[in-house]
């Protein structure tokens, strides 16, 4: 049993592995992909790391700062849309304001409009009233 071993039942690998001694292969790139084959205890598993960056520059970089850059970038981005999101809400709100006025400016009018038409039709009543009073047959 060894100091770091995950389980304390278990075997070293070292003395366990009789077909291959290589190290883990990589295959990708040049400067190392996306993706990597392990080879443990006869079995082959392949793994894949999509936050992980192939390129010279990020290599090297250790999976926790990769993640936390990738956290970031994923945070700016829904920051990004957040802000589309409220700009398309202002308008939205505005339209829906103006719709509103303009409706009360309509509304308004037709008030007006009927007013008018009341008054108007007050005024011809008051000349036909006394119409048909004298009794004069024509």
Known sequence: MGIFNRHPN???AETTRTTSTSPPHRSGTLFGGRRSS???NGDTVETTNPTRRSGFLH???DASIVAA???VMS???AE???DRALVQARHAVKDARDHV???EREAAEGARLAKLKQAQAHSISKRAKPLGRHGHLG
């Open 10 to 12: 278990e075997v070293p």
């Open 80 to 82: 990004k849309d957040a």
């Open 59 to 61: 290599r090297n970089e």
């Open 101 to 103: 006025k303009r409706i």
């Open 69 to 71: 850059r990738q956290r």
């Open 75 to 77: 945070a700016e981005a």
């Open 38 to 40: 392990v080879t443990h």
